[in-house]
């Protein structure tokens, strides 16, 4: 949220957006602070575990260079543990609005 990308204008207006998305009640956004330090999300790329009524569960792994469906087992369980872990890194629903209305307002 801090560093530029595609400049201030951009920062703002994408501040804006999450901030906006983060106050709906169907909506869920935690942020990991910086603070932090190095966490488990920064080992690879973006992933989605979907629980599907009918078929199960099955999860998707982006990485830099191709993405993967992932439906083993074992690979599902290990990304929804990085999942519970990333959760537990992050800080609360109302703590992470306010981080981002106030990090949006530093791109003025």
Do not use: C
Not at 24 to 30: E, F, K
Not at 34 to 46: D, E, P, V
Not at 68 to 92: F, N, R
């Amino acid at each position: 949220m801090r560093r530029a990308v595609g400049g201030t204008y951009v920062m703002r207006e994408q501040l804006g957006r999450l901030a906006e998305a983060a106050r709906r009640p169907n909506v869920v956004i935690q942020v990991i602070p910086a603070s932090t330090g190095a966490h488990q999300g920064l080992n690879g790329g973006a992933f989605i575990v979907a629980d599907l009524p009918d078929t199960g569960s099955v999860a998707y792994q982006d990485t830099a260079v191709s993405g993967q469906i992932v439906e083993l087992p074992d690979g599902i369980a290990a990304l929804a543990v990085l999942w519970d872990t990333l959760k537990a890194d992050a800080i609360s629903r109302a703590a992470s609005l306010g981080l981002i209305e106030e990090v949006a307002k530093t791109w003025t």
